[in-house]
């Protein structure tokens, strides 16, 4: 390095350098390396010391040799310790790129016309603009024959990748927020612990009205067919969260059960109708007929299944 960077420059530089490398090596997880191993920030430290005493060090070696310099020598280390911080090698670099003409050399390329003292400069054409416009040709002819000739893949096919991919994660995301449920996403639960679950909500709150097989008591028979306030799991749904009919006893149970436990209870009682009660209640209510189901045998199988998010999903 050269000692027309100060070490002002220098020794940031380096410490966020290390710093950088540190973090990049060291596979801390979710949190930055600094705060998941405390040792690192000792060891940040001891980097910071050591790149000072480095600095010093070579203060002082720098310091001993003046003093063997003869005065000639003193006064041109002086000098040229005196020029300003300097970034040659950016100066070059620029000068490079631009090409462009010092304004005391710009005679040489001045042109020899001249519009009421208006007069034209032969300037090159920058090369930063010229590699430019070669890195666009050469971007162009890959893409001419990928796209255009072999046809690797085009926007209708990158959009059913993404749609695929937003899919997945909508399943992945409602597999761990199952309490995020409400009456317009809640599906019907199919899984055993679900359902064992539910069952043990339903025997702990819901007997009491509704009969361990849902034949019915206070409240109405739950394993027939016939629904007063609808069937299905979203109506199911509504009803446990929002409660029955004023003055007929069924409560809303939101302020008691999480939305998830909602959601296995009402499973529950769906498959309540496989039963037959003991002792069941007179069908109250109509026969409840799943609008989504299909009306006929000609439907295809694919659209029976009702995607309960792709309604909240068009809302
Ligand atoms: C205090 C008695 C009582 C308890 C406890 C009770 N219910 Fe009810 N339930 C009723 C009554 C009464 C109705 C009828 C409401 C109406 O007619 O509006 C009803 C209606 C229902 C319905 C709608 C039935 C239909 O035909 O539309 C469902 C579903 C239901 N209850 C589920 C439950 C669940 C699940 C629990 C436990 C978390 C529960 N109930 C606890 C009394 C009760």
């Given at each position: ?313 068009n809302k």
């Amino acid at each position: 390095m050269s000692t027309r960077t100060p070490w002002w420059i220098r020794v940031p530089v380096l410490f966020f350098l290390i710093f950088g490398l540190m973090e990049y090596f060291i596979d801390s997880g979710e949190k930055p390396a600094i705060i998941e191993y405390p040792i690192t920030q000792f060891f940040m430290f001891m980097v910071l010391m050591l790149l000072i005493a480095i600095e010093l060090i070579v203060k002082s070696v720098e310091n001993i040799m003046f003093q063997t310099l003869t005065e000639e020598g003193k006064e041109r280390y002086l000098a040229s310790k005196s020029k300003k911080v300097e970034w040659k090698w950016a100066k070059n670099l620029y000068q490079r790129l631009t090409k462009s003409r010092s304004l005391e050399r710009e005679e040489e390329i001045i042109l020899d016309h001249n519009y009421d003292g208006i007069r034209e400069l032969d300037n090159v054409l920058p090369p930063w603009w010229v590699y430019l416009f070669y890195a666009t040709i050469i971007f162009s002819v890959v893409y001419l024959v990928r796209f255009h000739i072999v046809g690797d893949y085009d926007q209708a096919l990158e959009y059913e990748q993404e749609v695929a991919a937003a899919q997945m994660a909508i399943e992945e995301y409602k597999k761990t927020a199952k309490n995020l449920v409400d009456v317009n996403t809640v599906e019907f639960l199919t899984d055993a612990s679900d359902l064992a679950a539910g069952e043990k909500i339903f025997v702990q709150n819901c007997v009491v009205c509704h009969m361990a097989d849902g034949g019915g008591g206070i409240g109405p028979n739950l394993a027939d067919e016939y629904w007063i306030l609808g069937g299905g799991i979203k109506n199911v749904f509504n009803t446990i969260s929002e409660g029955g009919r004023d003055g007929k006893g069924m409560v809303a149970w939101k302020q008691t059960l999480k939305p998830l436990e909602m959601a296995q209870v009402a499973s529950y009682v769906l498959t309540l109708g496989e039963n037959t009660p003991a002792n069941p209640k007179a069908p109250e209510g109509e026969i409840w007929v799943d609008p989504d189901a299909p009306q006929s045998e000609e439907t295809p199988a694919t659209e029976q299944v009702s995607d309960s998010t792709d309604v909240a999903m068009n809302k």
